[in-house]
C-alpha cells in the first residue's frame, strides 16, 4: 500500500528526521507508528544516520503492532523487524539476528541494559507508550538512563505525556534531553516549579505547580516536544479507524486451530448454511476473545491475549475516556475483572443516569453491547473514543454503534479501535464489515475457504 502522509504526519516525520531527540505527543491512532517507521527508514537507509534502533513497547504491541504496521506500506519494505521476546534464550537469539528494528516490551528493559551494558547495541532508541518511563524511581528509568549517553537518537511517543499532572514530567524529558532542560533531578525540578501540597513532618505526599509553572515548563521543553490538538490535523475525516492486531500465545493458537479443526471437520458442505456458519463462527470468535461457553453455559476460559492488548490500550489513552463493546456475556465478566485493579472509573451502560455521567465526564470506561445501545443514545459529549473488544456481523450494528459518538455536537475526532486476533475469525468480520457489502454472505465465503484450507491439510 501506497503512504500519502497528511500534512501533521509529514512535519512529524522532518522533524524526527532532523532533530536527534523527540517527543512526539499526538493521539492514539493517529499515525505515531507510520511516522516513526518513515523517519527510520529514510535514516537509515537513505542518510545512513543510524543502525540499530530499539523500539520498547507495552507487550502486546511489541508482539505485533510495529511488524504489522511495516507490512502494510510499500515505503518501508526493507525494513527488517525483530521482536525481541519470550524466554531469555530466544531473546538472545533474536538479538544476535540481523535487523534494523529490535523490539522489546518494556518488562525487558532491565534485562536488556544488563546484558548489553559493556556492549550496548542500539544507536537510536523509541520508546513507544512513553508516560510508562514518567517514574524516576522505577527500574525501567534507571536502566535507560544508565545508558542513556550511548544512544545518539532518541524519540519517545505518547498520547498524554502527564496524565496525572506536571510532575510526571520530569523522568520524561530527562530520557530524552539527560537533563538539559528541566534539571539533572528530580529535586531540582521540584524546587523549582512546584510548592509542597500534603505533608506530614517527614514525607511530602503531594506537590502543587506553582504559579505560572505549566507555561515555563512548556516554553522550556517546546523545542523538543510536539505537542498536537485536534485543530492541527483538521484534514483528517470526522472517524479515524485503529486496528490493533493481537497475537495468540502458542498455547491460545493450538486451541483455536484446534477448535476450528474439529468443528469444520464435522460439518458437510451440503448443510453449510447460515446457521451453521453463524454458529461455529460465534464458538470461534468467543475463543479468539478468550473464553468459550460449555455446554451447561459455563464460563472455560482460555488466555488473556485479548483482555491484555486492552488493558494496554486503556493505559495508552492516558486518562481519555472509552465507550467499549463487547460480543458476548462472558466478554463483560471477564473486562470488568481485569478492570478492578485499575484506577478507571468504570461502569456498565444501564440507565439513563449512566449515560448522563458518562457525558458529564464522570466515567473513564463505558462497557455497553451494541444491542443494547446502537440506536437513539447521545453520548458524543463523553469522550471521542470507541473501542470493539469483539466484533459482530451486524453491519448496521457496527455502524449505529459507531454513531454513539460520531454525530452532531461532538467537538474531537472520533477514533474507533478494534481489537484483532491474528488469524482467526476477527479478521474475516472486519473484512465483511469493511466491505459494506452482504454480511451474510461474507460469513458464508469466508468460512468456506477456512473449510477448504483445513480440509487440505487434513487430506
Known sequence: MEF?????????????????????????GLGKTVITLTAIADLKYNRFEVNKILVIAPKKVAEATWSKEAEKWDHLSLLRIVPVLGSEQKRIKALNTPGDIYVINRENVVWLVEYTRNHWLFDMVVVDEFSSFKSHQAKRFKALKFVRNKISRFVGLTGTPTPNGLIDLWAQIYLLDQGERLGKSITAYRERYFNPGERNRTTIFS?????????????????????????????????????????????????????????????EDDIIDVASAAALSNKLMQLANGAVYDENRKIIEIHNCKIEAFLEL????????????????????????????????????????????????????????????????????????????????????????????????????????????????????????????????????????RIDRVKGVKK
Open 207 to 267: 506537590y502543587e505547580a506553582k504559579e505560572g509553572a505549566n507555561e515555563a515548563i512548556q516554553k522550556k521543553i517546546s523545542d523538543i516536544c510536539i505537542s498536537m490538538k485536534a485543530e492541527d490535523y483538521l484534514e483528517l475525516p470526522d472517524l479515524v479507524v485503529n486496528d490493533i492486531p493481537v497475537i495468540l500465545d502458542k498455547k491460545a493458537e493450538k486451541s483455536y486451530v484446534d477448535l476450528e479443526t474439529e468443528m469444520i471437520l464435522e460439518l
Open 4 to 28: 500519502i502522509p497528511h500534512k501533521y504526519q509529514q512535519y512529524c516525520i522532518d522533524r524526527m528526521i532532523s532533530d536527534d531527540k523527540l517527543g512526539l505527543m499526538l493521539d492514539m
Open 314 to 449: 486503556t493505559e495508552q489513552l492516558n486518562g481519555k475516556s472509552a465507550l467499549v463493546f463487547y460480543n458476548f456475556q462472558h466478554d463483560l465478566s471477564r473486562l470488568l475483572q481485569a478492570l478492578e485493579k485499575s484506577k478507571l472509573r468504570v461502569k456498565v451502560l444501564k440507565t439513563v443516569e449512566d449515560q448522563d455521567a458518562w457525558n458529564r465526564g464522570e466515567i473513564d470506561i463505558l462497557l455497553t453491547h451494541p444491542a443494547s445501545s446502537a440506536y437513539g443514545l447521545n453520548l458524543q459529549q463523553g469522550g471521542n473514543h470507541v473501542v470493539w473488544f469483539g466484533l459482530n456481523w451486524s453491519l448496521e450494528l457496527y455502524q449505529q454503534a459507531n454513531k454513539r459518538l460520531h454525530r452532531q455536537g461532538q467537538k474531537e475526532k472520533v477514533i474507533i479501535h478494534h481489537l484483532v486476533v491474528q488469524g482467526t475469525r476477527d479478521e474475516d468480520v472486519l473484512q465483511a464489515l469493511n466491505s459494506k457489502g452482504d454480511i451474510q454472505n461474507a460469513l458464508l465465503e469466508s468460512l468456506k475457504v
